[in-house]
């Protein structure tokens, strides 16, 4: 695996990757990785793509500076997983190096409802720094396509409209969430859960497979987020939120039935960890 820090040696890089026929196949992080990153990789790695990793903690996507300070930070750690992986090029640029001095690089794109609901209404400019960043990189990469988590459900909306407004010849690919035995969603925020914390956490994953569950009897979402918010609090946790959305909207669904896509969402805090997770409730194949 080929290790860079600036931009002109990784585009030296990537350019003889093309001329040799090759595609590439990009996913950017925040590092501390771990198996669900790893995901991203090795789907690119079976779809015949180069894969290139970035890990690049981007300070304008934390709203709250001490997250940003305790964002853990283990390169080591990071750089040997990915060569078990099967990562072909790692990017690990400074912050000047992503974010010239003078340079405004600051994706303006209005979103509307996408980043205002959720993780956009306790996050203030969350999506504008990550929208931002990821604008940059994929500049900086021009990969064929991008691998995402679908962990993160609303980024990775927001990312596909970036990709359709700015006609971007990327294509984007939802890579299924990978959890640990009890359900809890790998996150590199999990290493600061505290013991206590850990064996709470899970019931996000609990909670949302019980939505599931009721979704399918015909309960309405109403009373399905009422069940969820309360089963949250009495596990210990902080809810933030719980919804259930249109897939591609974010809009809250009351009528299932006219959404061919629903996705419950929760975010919740276990100690001072911000957790988010989701699943799919129904998601019916557009016909082609
Ligand atoms: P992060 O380093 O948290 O910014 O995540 C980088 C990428 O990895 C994003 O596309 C995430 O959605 C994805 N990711 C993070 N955790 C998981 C997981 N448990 N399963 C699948 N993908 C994940």
Redesign the pocket.
């Known amino acids: 695996m080929r290790i860079f820090e600036k931009i002109a040696d990784l585009q030296g890089w990537l350019a003889q990757r093309r001329e040799a026929g090759y595609s590439i196949g990009f996913?950017?992080?925040?590092?501390a990785l771990h198996e669900?990153?790893l995901?991203?990789v090795r789907m690119a790695e079976a779809a015949g793509d180069v894969p290139v990793v970035s890990i690049f903690v981007n300070p304008t996507q934390f709203n709250d500076p001490e997250d940003l300070r305790r964002y853990p930070r283990m390169p080591e750690h990071d750089i040997a997983l990915l060569q078990t992986a099967g990562c072909q090029a790692l990017f690990m640029p400074d912050v000047e190096e992503v974010y010239p001095p003078g340079q405004d690089l600051t994706v303006r794109l209005d979103f509307g409802r996408l980043t205002e609901v959720m993780e956009g209404q306790f996050r203030p400019g969350h999506f504008q720094g990550m929208a931002t960043v990821v604008k940059r990189l994929l500049d900086i990469v021009e990969p064929q396509r991008l691998y995402?988590?679908?962990?993160?459900f609303q980024q990775l909306t927001i990312v596909r409209e970036m990709l359709r407004r700015l006609a971007l010849p990327i294509e984007l690919v939802m890579?299924p969430?990978?959890r640990e035995p009890d359900g809890l969603?790998?996150?590199?925020r999990n290493l600061r859960l505290t013991p206590e914390m850990r064996a709470a956490a899970p019931a996000l994953f609990r909670t949302l497979m019980a939505a599931g569950k009721a979704f399918l009897a015909g309960t309405s979402t109403a009373d399905i987020q009422q069940a969820a918010l309360q089963t949250l609090h009495s596990a210990g946790l902080r809810p933030e939120y719980f919804e259930i959305v249109d897939g591609y909207t974010l809009l809250p669904v009351a009528h299932p039935e006219a959404s061919p896509f629903v996705v419950a969402c929760v975010a919740a805090w276990a100690g001072d960890v911000r957790l988010i997770d989701n699943l799919v409730l129904k998601e019916e194949r557009q016909q082609q």
Not at 27 to 31: D, F, K, S, V
Not at 185 to 188: I, T, V
């Open positions: 996913a950017p992080t925040m590092g669900g990153h995901s991203l995402m988590g679908q962990k993160d890579c969430t990978v969603a790998m996150s590199s």
